[in-house]
């Protein structure tokens, strides 16, 4: 670019904005309550601990990060298991009604979650699964499986067919080809998809909290617990908030390679 | 062309059961609540299409739509164009690439009731940094009293929320452009400007398409952050079609016009994603036999 100072710049002036309002949830981690809803401070006056004691000292609390990160795990391996065949598929190939089906599968992300609250109460309830990590992380493929073969198949079509070809001459047999060759192709495209599973699923609220109550409650509805008749617990909040952010920045650094370096730099 | 093979679709099998299980039945019952007034669970009289009568007249219904419509249109012409920009001022590799991409990202994974919450405070001229920030610069701004500064508010939380969704997919897809494409542009002497317009966006298209319609139907169906920030208000001014509809399920126990009024809803989003994705189709493969030509 003929202007890299402009493009630093820009970037810089994005990542300020994008970083202050979390600098605040943070700032707000750890501070007490009263100081929170006293005084403006760019810094914590009276530093302390104690929003994070109690997450981390009360079992209903930490829980609910362990449920969380169970059903998110089992949901984002689930949906990346079944979108790459199907993508693969609405990738290289014409069949009945492909247009249609791949329409469709998009379809199920158009719909309001508030509007399959009530149906999957009674759907759950009816196969025994209420409360456990299983209902949710199922529930959640409405959302996660048509968008993963959706991005799946955007990065498959980029790849060109007769790589294919070429490997099915060379004697490779599909899944040994599918394996070997295929994925490190699509290397950033899987760890775009599976981040975004992750994403979603993450910070869904209605569906998580509709569908547990005990034993398997996410982070997301017990963070709820804040707001109470005294008032808001403001601080406890904000250090549940920051905590749910450490995840998924695992999560990102772990396909950022992936996402990073396509396969642009790699085999092809 | 793409050869023609009928046994993809066992390929595909997998995802149709997976998500025809927990689609279709839940749809059904929708459906079936619409036409029915369900007094108690025992009681139910079939009403036919009266709930959907009664839901297309409804003045609030018209106005949340109208709301809800402008509100969509300027999250997509802000988000996508700075998304774009993001991702073309990220850096390519390297330690730096890393960090950038991690510091982007972390806006998305704030559970949806605490990005709301968050800014409930953020927004305080007294104690948060934002309101601070204006009435510090002399701005007269209030986010709960004023109908303007609400909206806008909310506008600007779901820019900061969510421009990193499409920066990240643009920027993958940028990584995935291979590198001879950008030497082939060297060698013919290609301006910057001519490698965005001829490279790196039709190559884009793919990406772009993902991220234009989710944020389309995502934001057609925000809730929980303008929820928690303004309630709605004040008034109306930030009373978005989801919120409305679950005003009418759960505050006044009106299964029947709710489940009319969720499948409306849901053909409104069907129909307008179907233009949209038939649209950038067109675009594409017009734009792609122009190349060839």
Redesign the interface.
Known sequence: MAKPRLRVLFLLAYLLFAILPIYWMVNMSFRTNEEILSTFALWPQQFTWDNYKVIFTDPAWYSGYINSMIYVAMNTVLSIAVALPAAYAFSRYRFLGDKHVFFWLLTNRMTPPAVFLLPFFQLYTTLGLMDTHLAVALAHLVFNVPLAVWILEGFMSGIPREIDETAYIDGYSFPRFFLTIFMPLIKSGVGVAAFFCFMFSWVELLMARTLTSVDAKPIVATMTRTVSAAGMDWAVLAAAGTLTIVPGAIVIWFVRNYIAKGFAMGRV | M????????F??L???I??A???I???M??VNYSVQDIISPERRVFVGTEWFKAVMRDEDLHAALWRQMVYSCSVLLIEIP?GI??A???P??GRR??L???????????????VG???Q??GRT?????G?GLAWLGVDYSYTGSARDAWVTVLVMDI?HWT??VA??C?????????AYYQAARIDGAS?LAVFRYIQLP?LR??L??AV??RF?DSF?I??EPFVLTGGGPGNATTFL?QY??QK?VGQFD?GPAAAF?LI??LI??LL??VL?NWMQRVGTSEKEASHG
């Open positions: 793409k050869p023609v093979n009928q046994k993809a679709w390929l595909i997998p995802v149709v997976c998500v299980f927990s689609a039945l839940p749809l019952t929708v700075l920009a993001l073309l001022s990220m390519a590799q690439a890393s950038v991409l991690v510091l982007v990202a972390i806006s998305l994974l704030i559970p949806w009731n605490v919450t968050i800014w405070i953020y007294d104690i948060g940094l934002l601070a900061w990193p969704l990240l997919l920027y993958a897809g940028l990584r995935s452009i291979p590198d910057r190559k793919g990406v398409m993902i319609l989710l139907m169906m809730y929980t989801s509809l679950t399920a299964l969720s809803y849901f989003i069907l994603c179907f994705y």
